[in-house]
């Protein structure tokens, strides 16, 4: 039989076959081989196999079944080979996100990872994604982070970007965290703005993705009653992924991903594998977040103690200083008067005896080392005094004049006008007068200092039941709720407070007084502190 | 002649202001509770009064109150150990201020300034 082909000679010349292509050139001498992955599919040898039919070979159609199976068969091989190829790489490529996803706590390079992962060509390959976080306080989604090309031209100058440096996912990622991050937000704030979606609207795509755990492929988006026209119209593309990200039972929001400029189509593939990558991804950024505020809330706390540990040592130093005054002024006036007597009465024996030597000078000796006991008792009074509360009988009108008065430089300074309206019928009463002239000046040091927009105090004393009232109001913008509750509270300490320990001193001062102190909005606008001293016994 | 009353619970410096304050040609009458400070300003009229700050259970402040709003042609001086309540008394309800001391040239001083200013008035 005269064969047309080449396939029984054990080696070929390469003109022989086209069908060798470059790299395969040792089938030209493997014969097994060539004629395995070669010679069955070239159409000169199914022209040898037909010469067996026309010459009514038996085996003839035994070997086309036979020939014709195996290319099949082969052909089945590859494409598993291809699928098991590509869920190899996908499930290396999970790996290492879900590392990066399970050891990150930082929420920015949580989101850096996951952006990246969906966008790049070594991960998802999708060319665009969005992220929407859940905000409980105001119970919607709000628009968070989106990444991608804004337009073709951007896209191209980025894919060329990626062609050139063979970066892996994590180099992407740290790439992205560093350098994009920020820069990315601010590229699709309008779009951001825009899809903010109240968790009210139980129809929209996204909360019904939340609601059904699933990921939603939606297509035709602008013709789809599904979904909003207005959606579409933000987001520009005919079809996008909704993916909600949920850990815990919790809604931590939404990613949507699409192929803004490719438009190549998503398929079901991709949505399956999208779905794995959001659990982790959803967990992590829970993780993230959470930790977050821990950071927050151990910051916080840190200051807190801090100040509470320098405050407890004031107040130990402040007892003991007030027990060192005590003693000391009480010890300084049991010697006072008899020194005084004994000073006294030497100066006037000194006017009788005349010249009368020796005795003159005695006594002169004694007034003068009497003085001078005197003088160290004043000092030693004067330090005293200042170290431990001094309970007398004040006019608290005149009180407040004077610490008004030591301040007028400084309302001077802030165009402030004050104004007093003092009642000149009050008793007096008892109170440590340097006490209760440090509340009301932190008072009035509070309203100039950190109070914005005032420009006119009032300063006001008055009877109030069983007791005395000063009030200090204000034009100024109102104070929050809990603002006025941390600036009498102790050991309370908020950014925009920033006073110290100011007002909560004032309010442990004035309790000791046995007085209340509130701050209260003024239905004029501005505020009013008010503390109403209660007359003792003795005062009514 | 010109009557000076002077309030403090302390014998000694009673007898030592009297000494002094009679030397100086004043009617002096001395008293150590508010109670008999009260009897002896209703049973006679002082031109000056000297008031101990400090008396032993009582106030000399309380008395300073009372006697500011029945006399007020009574010159009223405050003495005491305290040099630091001078600034905010001297504006305030007494005519003047001394702090207790043996050398009592400031409180005749004081006295005489306030009785001629008195006068002026």
Redesign the interface.
């Known amino acids: 039989m005269e064969w047309e082909c080449c396939w029984l000679n054990n080696e070929i010349r390469p003109e022989e076959c086209p069908y060798v292509a470059a790299g395969e050139e040792e089938l030209y001498v493997a014969h097994r081989k060539r004629l395995v992955e070669k010679c069955l599919e070239c159409p000169s040898f199914r022209k040898d196999l037909n010469q067996l039919s026309d010459r009514d070979y038996p085996m003839h159609d035994v070997l086309r079944y036979l020939v014709d199976e195996f290319i099949e068969q082969r052909g089945q091989l590859q494409s598993l080979i291809a699928f098991h190829d590509s869920k190899t790489r996908e499930i290396k490529f999970l790996h290492e996100l879900s590392m990066v996803l399970q050891t990150s706590l930082d929420l920015d390079e949580v989101l850096s990872v996951a952006m990246t992962a969906i966008t790049s060509g070594k991960g998802f390959g999708m060319n665009r994604a969005f992220l929407l976080m859940a905000d409980r306080e105001r119970q919607c989604l709000k628009g968070y982070l989106g990444v991608g090309p804004r337009n073709y031209d951007e896209a191209w100058r980025i894919w060329s970007e990626l062609e050139q440096g063979n970066y892996t996912l994590k180099e992407l990622a740290r790439h992205f965290h560093k350098t994009k991050i920020s820069s990315e937000k601010v590229k699709f704030q309008d779009i951001l703005e825009r899809l903010t979606v109240p968790y009210a609207d139980q129809l929209h795509v996204f909360n019904r993705a939340l609601r059904e755990r699933k990921p939603i492929l939606v297509t035709d988006a602008f013709h789809n009653p599904e979904v909003s026209e207005d959606l579409a119209r933000i987001l520009e593309v005919d079809s996008f992924l909704v993916m909600p990200l949920i850990s815990r039972n919790r809604r931590i929001g939404v990613l949507l991903a699409d192929n803004f400029v490719t438009h190549r189509a998503i398929t079901t593939q991709d949505l399956q594998s999208m779905e794995i990558f959001t659990f982790p991804v959803a967990f992590a950024l829970e993780r993230a977040s959470l930790y977050e505020k821990l950071q927050e809330e151990i910051e916080k706390q840190t200051a807190a103690n801090i100040k509470l540990q320098e405050q407890q040592a004031l107040i130990v130093k402040m007892e003991k200083m007030a027990v060192v005054g005590r003693i000391t002024s009480s010890i300084?006036?049991s010697i006072?008067?008899?020194?005084?007597?004994?000073?006294?009465?030497?100066?006037?024996l000194m006017?009788d005896v005349g010249e009368v030597p020796r005795k003159r000078e005695y006594l002169e000796e004694i007034?003068k080392e009497?003085?001078r006991l005197?003088d160290v008792?004043?000092e030693v009074?004067?330090y005293s005094?200042s170290l431990y509360p001094v309970m007398?009988?004040?006019?608290i009108n005149?009180l407040v004049r004077?610490v008004c008065r030591e301040l007028s430089e400084q309302l001077a300074g802030r165009n402030i006008e004050l104004t007093l309206d003092l009642d000149p019928d009050i008793p007096?009463i008892l109170l440590d007068?340097k006490q209760i002239a440090y509340c009301l000046k932190t008072i009035l040091q509070h309203i100039i200092e950190t109070q914005p927009g005032v420009g006119a105090i009032w300063a006001a004393t008055g009877g109030d039941g069983d007791g005395l009232r000063v009030t200090i109001s204000d034009d100024g913008a109102t104070i929050d709720d809990a603002v006025k509750e941390a600036l009498i509270t102790p050991f309370t300490s908020t950014q925009e407070l920033g006073i110290g320990v100011g007002l909560p001193l004032c309010r442990i001062i004035l309790e000791r007084h046995g007085s209340t102190f509130s701050i209260i909005d003024r239905p004029e606008g501005g505020t009013a502190y008010t503390f109403v001293i209660p007359l003792q016994r003795e005062d009514q | 002649m010109t009557n000076i009353l002077v309030v403090d619970d302390?014998a000694?410096?009673r007898l030592?202001f009297a000494?002094?304050l009679a030397?100086e040609g004043y009617a002096v009458e001395t008293v150590g509770t508010i109670a008999e400070a009260m009897d002896k300003l209703r049973a006679s009229t002082f031109d000056v009064a000297l008031l101990d700050i400090?008396l032993k259970n009582e106030?000399g402040?309380?008395l300073l109150?009372k006697i500011v709003k029945e006399r007020q042609d009574m010159v009223v001086i405050l003495s005491t150990?305290?040099?630091?309540y001078k600034d905010?008394f001297s504006?305030?309800?007494a005519d003047g201020y001394v702090?207790?001391?043996?050398?009592?040239q400031e409180l005749k001083d004081e006295i005489k300034r306030l009785l001629a200013k008195k006068r002026n008035r």
């Open positions: 300084a006036h006072r008067n008899p020194l005084m007597t004994i000073g006294g009465y030497a100066r006037s006017k007034v009497a003085k005197e008792l004043e009074l004067r005094e007398d009988r004040w006019d005149q004077n007096t007068y | 302390e000694s410096i030592l000494q002094e030397d400090k106030s402040l309380d109150q150990a305290f040099s630091c905010d504006a305030w309800l702090v207790k001391s043996s050398d009592t």
